[in-house]
């Protein structure tokens, strides 16, 4: 089955840093890709989608400049966490959907942790 | 405020017992997706129902959709310690996008 590999699965940084987290398509190509933002006994909320190749689209109320997406490549996203501070610390995933697919298959998360 | 809206928010049940979940939503959709989330971990897609399917069976799972009143249940029958999880339903409209409900936190007791 298709699989959706996420690195890292937790980080912890310092306030002020900058954090990226990948979100790989494994064995299938994603023009497109999601991004997902979990707060603790929450449910997802979608931050961005992902666009191989352009620009990605923000959700209302996400900021571009923090959360920066990068989709380089038809198997590769990325989420880079900008200046972080620690109402930033939250559980990002990501999904993705492989041509003709049922369903989307998701990353196994990062927990990000903001000191 | 979500798409989709769940619950009971929390079920405890015994090993062997059914569970049903209830989802409902606001807008159209192209199609009803359940997802399971272990603890701390990423979701797994369960089962995906049409807008013009009224029920689905996978295993030992069986969601429902009534369009008509916006809802659809999922029903584990059988239930085993393993299926200990949260579930979440999600609704795809159009331009790919899911909006995910607030999820039932199921707990099977041995």
């Known amino acids: 089955g298709a699989v959706v590999s996420q690195h890292p699965s937790w980080v912890i940084c310092k306030s002020g840093t900058s954090v990226k987290i990948e979100c790989r398509s494994l064995d299938f190509q994603a023009t497109t890709m999601f991004w997902y933002r979990q707060f603790p006994k929450q449910s997802l909320m979608l931050m961005a989608t992902s666009n191989e190749g352009s620009k990605a689209t923000y959700e209302q109320g996400v900021e571009k400049d923090k959360f920066l997406i990068n989709h380089a490549s038809l198997t590769l996203s990325t989420l880079t966490v900008t200046s972080a501070h620690p109402e930033d610390s939250s559980f990002y995933i990501c999904?993705?959907?492989?041509?003709?697919?049922?369903?989307?298959?998701f990353g196994s998360g990062t927990r990000l942790t903001v000191v | 405020s979500q798409q989709g809206e769940e619950d009971p928010q929390a079920l405890s049940i015994q090993e062997g017992e059914n569970a049903t979940m209830n989802c409902s939503y606001k807008t159209s959709i192209n199609n009803l997706q359940w997802y399971r989330q272990n603890s701390g971990r990423g979701l797994v897609h369960l089962i995906l129902i049409r807008s013009n399917e009224r029920e689905k069976h996978s295993g030992r799972l069986r969601v429902t959709l009534d369009t008509s009143k916006k809802s659809s249940s999922l029903l584990i029958t059988a239930s085993r310690a393993a299926d200990t999880a949260s579930y979440f339903c999600a609704t795809e409209t159009s331009g790919s996008r899911l909006t995910f409900g607030e999820g039932t936190q199921l707990t099977v007791n041995p």
């Open positions: 999904s993705a959907s492989p041509q003709g697919a049922h369903g989307y298959t």
